[in-house]
């Protein structure tokens, strides 16, 4: 159990500023506050599809990346260390969107989390990590990743051989209000940005592998993977899953996928292994994991 302090805010949709909320050591109160001015980090590109800060990921496309001084602040944060209790109750505190680097002990999690698994905590959805995997848990998403190589065409940047990485459809611009509306249009976007022009030279052709309904943490969404052929480097395989979250029936949840066409990569199934492993977060349902 984690000791009382501020933590970045469970209920978190993914619209407005990021707000930390007090944790009394056994449950969330209703006290929130903005946290403390942001960290800035230098950018560096590590991934698929989305972009990262230290526990937060929020999807702009082109790979994971550190955020660096030039670029906007709201999309990042990391998890603080616990605190003092607040005198007052705190509402909307000094300071801007972001937050402050963390300095807890190590073996801390962020309270919803659990071992093995990469929380977005905005979703309300786990994400299996699997075994020789990083995962990283967030207020407004979750990923997983495997095999950093230096990214074909720019190889001072770093990309990865496997990802797969949540956050609330509205962080994707995405306005569509079914899980087959929202993967069908967000496949295009997920493989330009995981296998786009800079760094793979563009994509030259795809092949659509898969595509139908299936249910994810209890709830029915719909994934949509495509096998593309680009003009440097490997090729990749890309999905789109969408389903709503098993927090609130209104919050439309996507989980990008991209795996490089390798030797070096992970097999095509453990994409399906980690899809099928997708559970509701701890505390927010208990609903099955994926069947196809």
């Given at each position: 159990?984690?000791?009382?302090?501020?933590?970045?805010?469970?209920?978190?949709?993914g619209i407005g500023p990021v707000h930390e909320r007090w944790w009394d050591g056994t449950r969330?109160?209703?006290?929130?506050?903005?946290?403390?001015?942001?960290?800035?980090?230098?950018?560096?590109?590590i991934g698929l599809g989305i972009t990262a800060g230290v526990v937060v990921l929020a999807a702009?496309?082109?790979?994971?990346?550190?955020?660096?001084?030039?670029?906007?602040?709201?999309?990042?944060?990391?998890?603080?260390?616990?605190?003092?209790?607040?005198?007052?109750?705190?509402?909307?505190?000094?300071?801007?969107?972001?937050?402050?680097?963390?300095?807890?002990?190590?073996?801390?999690?962020?309270?919803?989390?659990?071992?093995?698994?990469?929380?977005?905590?905005?979703?309300?959805?786990?994400?299996?990590?699997?075994?020789?995997?990083?995962?990283?848990?967030?207020?407004?998403?979750?990923?997983?990743?495997?095999?950093?190589?230096?990214?074909?065409?720019?190889?001072?940047?770093?990309?990865?051989?496997?990802?797969?990485?949540?956050?609330?459809?509205?962080?994707?611009?995405?306005?569509?209000?079914?899980?087959?509306?929202?993967?069908?249009?967000?496949?295009?976007?997920?493989?330009?940005?995981?296998?786009?022009?800079?760094?793979?030279?563009?994509?030259?052709?795809?092949?659509?592998?898969?595509?139908?309904?299936?249910?994810?943490?209890?709830?029915?969404?719909?994934?949509?993977?495509?096998?593309?052929?680009?003009?440097?480097?490997?090729?990749?395989?890309?999905?789109?899953?969408?389903?709503?979250?098993?927090?609130?029936?209104?919050?439309?949840?996507?989980?990008r996928s991209g795996f490089d066409v390798n030797s070096k990569a992970p097999a095509l199934s453990?994409?399906?292994?980690?899809?099928?492993?997708?559970?509701?977060?701890?505390?927010?349902?208990?609903?099955?994991?994926?069947?196809?």
């Amino acid at each position: 159990m984690s000791p009382p302090g501020w933590h970045p805010d469970p209920g978190y949709t993914g619209i407005g500023p990021v707000h930390e909320r007090w944790w009394d050591g056994t449950r969330w109160t209703d006290q929130l506050r903005v946290p403390p001015a942001t960290v800035r980090r230098r950018r560096m590109r590590i991934g698929l599809g989305i972009t990262a800060g230290v526990v937060v990921l929020a999807a702009i496309g082109g790979g994971v990346f550190l955020l660096s001084d030039k670029s906007g602040d709201d999309n990042e944060r990391a998890a603080t260390a616990p605190s003092t209790a607040p005198s007052d109750p705190p509402g909307r505190g000094p300071g801007a969107p972001g937050g402050g680097g963390g300095s807890g002990a190590p073996e801390q999690r962020m309270p919803g989390t659990e071992d093995g698994y990469a929380t977005d905590l905005a979703s309300g959805i786990s994400i299996p990590v699997p075994d020789g995997w990083n995962g990283s848990s967030g207020v407004a998403g979750a990923g997983v990743t495997t095999g950093e190589y230096p990214c074909p065409g720019d190889a001072s940047e770093k990309c990865v051989r496997g990802g797969v990485f949540s956050m609330p459809a509205k962080g994707l611009k995405l306005d569509t209000t079914t899980a087959k509306a929202t993967a069908v249009k967000d496949i295009s976007a997920n493989a330009t940005d995981s296998y786009g022009e800079k760094i793979y030279g563009g994509i030259t052709s795809h092949d659509e592998l898969k595509s139908g309904p299936v249910t994810v943490a209890g709830e029915q969404g719909y994934l949509v993977r495509w096998k593309v052929a680009t003009k440097n480097g490997d090729d990749g395989y890309v999905q789109s899953l969408a389903f709503p979250s098993p927090r609130s029936k209104d919050l439309m949840i996507v989980v990008r996928s991209g795996f490089d066409v390798n030797s070096k990569a992970p097999a095509l199934s453990v994409m399906d292994d980690i899809t099928k492993g997708i559970k509701a977060a701890s505390g927010t349902g208990s609903g099955p994991g994926t069947t196809a």
